[in-house]
Nanobody
Framework: QVQLVESGGGLVQPGESLRLSCETS????????MSWSRQTPGKEREVVAV????????QLADSVKGRFAISRDNAKNTVYLQMNSLKPEDTAVYYC????????WGQGTQVTVSS
């Protein structure tokens, strides 16, 4: 059974930082490109970051480029999203998953950026 467990979200003020973690199990993590996506009510799920299976290459959405970074630890089956200089428009539920052949979505972790 695939498990995707996101954590690290919370309520922060604009300009602050958070680091999200996604602990996975039930599949061969090191063989999959991984992604972080986010979703707010009434909007489509938006991919914000993708990292290749070996961690050699990453891509970021224009909306977060220069502020976010994705990384992974294949020994721990974990992918991370470092979020700096957070803005109110970053408020969303953040999810991790395989990038190109996603499993069922987990519950995500809520990030709220508000003053």
């Amino acid at each position: 059974q695939v498990q995707l467990v996101e954590s690290g979200g919370g309520l922060v003020q604009p300009g602050e930082s958070l680091r999200l973690s996604c602990e996975t199990s039930g599949f061969t993590f090191r063989s999959y490109d991984m992604s972080w996506s986010r979703q707010t009510p009434g909007k489509e799920r938006e991919v914000v970051a993708v990292i290749t299976s070996a961690g050699s290459t990453s891509q970021l959405a224009d909306s977060v480029k220069g502020r976010f970074a994705i990384s992974r630890d294949n020994a721990k089956n974990t992918v991370y999203l470092q979020m700096n200089s957070l803005k109110p428009e970053d408020t969303a539920v953040y999810y991790c998953n395989a990038a190109w052949s996603p499993f069922s979505w987990g519950q995500g972790t809520q990030v709220t950026v508000s003053s």
